[in-house]
């Protein structure tokens, strides 16, 4: 059970990743402008990237029971942020926000199953789910476009 929650987990992490580099999703805000646009712009793509790498490592990692959940969560966060940055549009945050609504429901079925295993907890699950839930918020609130 452990290995097909950590295979789905991991399958959806990689699908979510390539849709958002093949969509163009990931691309520099028209925002920035200035004489330093340029390197602001291929230092957050860097940073992206970086984030995007340290994401599938943890999560590898979590779903082999290696490391604990709360870096996974920390790391798909600070992805999202990440990535967020480099939105150039509304269309682009809700689908950047979908995805990661998409990447917590397969934290949360890694954290069932390693429960399942005895190698993991029930907080573990609730806190899967309350990350899941913020990003449900976050998506209703950039869709209506309020707080």
């Known amino acids: 059970m452990n290995r097909i929650a950590f295979s789905v987990a991991l399958v959806g992490l990689g699908i979510a990743t390539g849709l958002l580099v093949s969509s163009g ?5 028209a925002v920035d402008r200035g004489p330093n646009s340029e390197k602001l712009t291929a230092l957050r793509k860097e940073r992206r ?5 340290a994401a599938d490592v943890a999560m590898a990692l979590y779903g082999k029971a ?7 969560l920390r790391i ?5 942020n990440a990535e967020l940055d ?3 549009d509304r269309a682009a945050r809700i689908a950047l926000r979908e995805q ?3 990447q917590f429901k397969a934290i949360e079925e890694v954290a069932a199953a390693q429960k ?6 029930h907080m573990e699950i609730l806190e899967a789910q309350a990350n899941r839930l913020q ?3 976050d998506l209703l609130l950039e869709k209506g476009g309020g707080k």
């Open 25 to 29: 999703l990931a691309q520099p805000t």
């Open 49 to 53: 990237d970086t984030l995007r790498d």
């Open 66 to 72: 290696r490391i604990e959940q709360g870096p996974v």
């Open 76 to 80: 798909t966060n600070t992805l999202l």
């Open 86 to 88: 480099l939105a150039p």
């Open 100 to 102: 990661t609504i998409k």
């Open 116 to 121: 399942e295993a005895a190698r993991g907890t």
């Open 135 to 137: 990003a449900e918020i």
